[in-house]
């Protein structure tokens, strides 16, 4: 039962990752089809990410109320509705509308998914289930590439995935007392579950919250911005063509989601503390290898993917540490703020390095990464030290 549960799981955010590419993917259609900018793309963006750091926030009380699994099928089925809603607008700002609930319910499902992992599941299972994430996310754009060819158009691409998620949705519907079931075999969990949900000051007096938070923000401005913005830099400053920047650029995210999985095989063995400081110090030497003016071009695009390799396990690893540093009463409550953290690095450092490497020149890049990733080293061994004090 436990096993299948956690199939269900793994299925659940290879379907969270499903919907995450595909803006991206079908947005050179998208905008002419609906008369934008193609800058326009930022404003839905930041709408899906405003709607996820609010429903992360909220998932303590969601979840303490509700249940994990009551939490997950919901939230599944309103990011489903929404995307299908995407598949039958013709006006910009009906996406700007379905954006709110379509982020809402992605934020929603990946704290509650992600807390159950950390309180329920070894630490390589939870390495794995974000591997399964990059595994949606890598497939979704040869959805809307499907759609497109076909004929059946971007609306098409966000109708086949919404429809998926209307089928995970029933699923998870359907196994809702398999969740209890599973849940009762947990009483030390379930003995230590909080009278009620805590708010966001108490969450934040917690010893080593605020640490935990700054780990989260600076791990997703280094995942984001290289993402995002490695491709500019190999072609502006390393003058590598364009097509080999971008097959590298991919190679990044390609690094994460096989880093991920490789590192679900060592998780139990070394733990996570030395997880995050092994991933944090791989991915600078990484960047290190993309900013050093003398090494050859081919060592800087192998810097790319060695940065992709470190980042893999920090995510994973501090999440899974969470009801460990915080305690199982707390995790929810705390891993619902990590993400909102999480999602605000990501919706606004990789701007502001544009913004950036608009004055200063796009050669800021690898140490705009250094700064990030060297906050996050600091500040998970700060974070490693107060929980040693106060446990």
């Not at 499903?18 to 002419?32: E, F, H, K, N, R």
């Not at 709607?51 to 509700?66: A, C, K, Y």
């Not at 989601?257 to 400081?277: N, P, Y």
């Not at 893999?312 to 540093?325: G, L």
């Amino acid at each position: 039962m436990y096993s299948l549960l956690l199939v269900i799981i793994y299925i659940a955010f290879i379907s969270l990752g499903l919907p995450d590419s595909l803006i991206g993917a079908g947005w050179p259609v998208m905008y002419t089809a609906l008369h934008v900018p193609i800058a326009a793309a930022g404003m839905i963006t930041m709408l899906i990410a405003m709607g996820t750091i609010v429903s992360s926030i909220l998932s303590d009380r969601l979840t303490h109320r509700f249940g994990a699994g009551l939490v997950t099928a919901v939230s599944v089925l309103t990011t489903a509705i929404a995307l299908l809603g995407f598949s039958l607008s013709q006006q910009f700002y009906m996406l700007c509308l379905l954006a709110i609930p379509y982020g809402m319910g992605a934020g929603a499902v990946d704290a509650a998914l992600n807390n159950y992992v950390a309180l329920h599941y070894a630490a390589r299972h939870m390495s794995w289930l974000h591997s399964f994430w990059g595994v949606g996310a890598a497939v979704s754009p040869y959805i809307m590439g499907f759609a497109l060819s076909s004929g059946r158009g971007w609306t098409g691409g966000y109708r086949i995935v919404g429809l998926l998620q209307i089928g995970l949705a029933a699923v998870l519907l359907l196994t809702l007392p398999l969740w209890r079931r599973a849940s009762q075999q947990l009483p030390a969990a379930e003995k230590e579950a909080p009278s009620a949900p805590l708010h966001l000051p108490q969450i934040w007096r917690i010893p080593g919250v605020p640490f935990v938070l700054a780990a989260f923000f600076a791990y997703s401005a280094v995942e984001q911005t290289a993402g995002i913005w490695a491709s500019s830099y190999l072609v502006q400053v390393r003058q590598v063509p364009v097509d080999t920047a971008a097959n590298f650029a991919s190679f990044f995210y390609l690094g994460i989601t096989g880093g991920r999985f490789l590192s679900g095989f060592v998780a139990d063995r070394f733990g996570d503390r030395a997880l995050i400081r092994g991933g944090t110090i791989l991915a600078l030497v990484g960047i290190g290898l993309v900013a050093l003016p003398g090494v050859p071009t081919a060592a800087a695009l192998a810097g790319l993917i060695i940065t992709g390799l470190g980042c893999a396990p920090i995510f994973p690893a501090i999440i899974h540490a969470t009801p460990t540093n915080f305690g199982a009463s707390r995790s929810q409550a705390v891993i619902g703020v990590q993400m909102a953290a999480a999602y605000l690095g990501t919706v606004f450092m990789p701007p502001l390095f544009g913004w950036l490497a608009s004055r200063l020149g796009m050669g800021l890049f690898p140490f705009y990464l250094v700064v990030f990733a060297i906050v996050m080293l600091f500040v998970t061994e700060r974070l490693n030290r107060v929980i040693d004090q106060v446990g």
